[in-house]
């Protein structure tokens, strides 16, 4: 009889993805809070401080798990709300695929968590308290 846990198969299928509830709530999108923790964690492995993260949409798909639409609407929604900047790698005349670096603007991010924090009379974030744990 096989004995492993939900958690241990689903484990075995590959990285598991952690997101913020309050930030999907703050957002409106599961998959706006998903793109944002997923380029967090990939902030802090050392990205390019003035550029960001560097990711072609092929790479999106393959971590995130998301489709095309899905990821230009998430796109769209961040940038909107002026969360996500993102920076388009100069052709080169040699480059084969489209690469956009991807950039949190924490601090407007942490006045969307405030917000949504504000309504549920919880007191707002601290400098100290990461946005991401």
């Given at each position: 009889?096989?004995?492993?846990?939900a958690?241990?198969?689903?484990?075995?299928?590959?990285?598991?993805?952690?997101?913020?509830v309050?930030?999907?709530?703050?957002?409106?999108?599961?998959?706006?809070?998903?793109?944002?923790?997923?380029?967090?964690?990939?902030?802090?492995?050392?990205?390019?401080?003035?550029?960001?993260v560097?990711?072609?949409?092929?790479?999106l798909?393959?971590?995130?798990?998301?489709?095309?639409?899905?990821?230009?609407?998430v796109?769209?929604?961040?940038?909107?709300?002026?969360?996500?900047?993102?920076t388009?790698?100069?052709?080169?005349?040699?480059?084969?695929?489209?690469?956009?670096y991807?950039r949190?603007?924490?601090?407007?991010l942490?006045?969307f968590i405030?917000?949504?924090?504000?309504?549920?009379d919880?007191?707002?974030?601290?400098?100290?308290?990461?946005?991401?744990?």
């Open positions: 009889m096989n004995t492993k846990t958690y241990e198969v689903v484990k075995k299928s590959g990285p598991l993805l952690r997101y913020s309050t930030v999907a709530k703050a957002l409106g999108s599961n998959n706006a809070s998903i793109f944002l923790s997923q380029i967090a964690i990939w902030e802090s492995k050392g990205a390019c401080p003035e550029k960001g560097c990711k072609t949409r092929e790479e798909d393959d971590e995130l798990g998301m489709g095309r639409h899905e990821i230009d609407t796109r769209r929604l961040l940038k909107e709300r002026g969360i996500l900047v993102e388009k790698q100069p052709w080169d005349g040699n480059m084969l695929v489209n690469r956009v991807y949190i603007n924490a601090v407007k942490a006045e405030d917000i949504a924090l504000a309504k549920k919880k007191l707002p974030l601290s400098e100290e308290e990461p946005v991401f744990e």
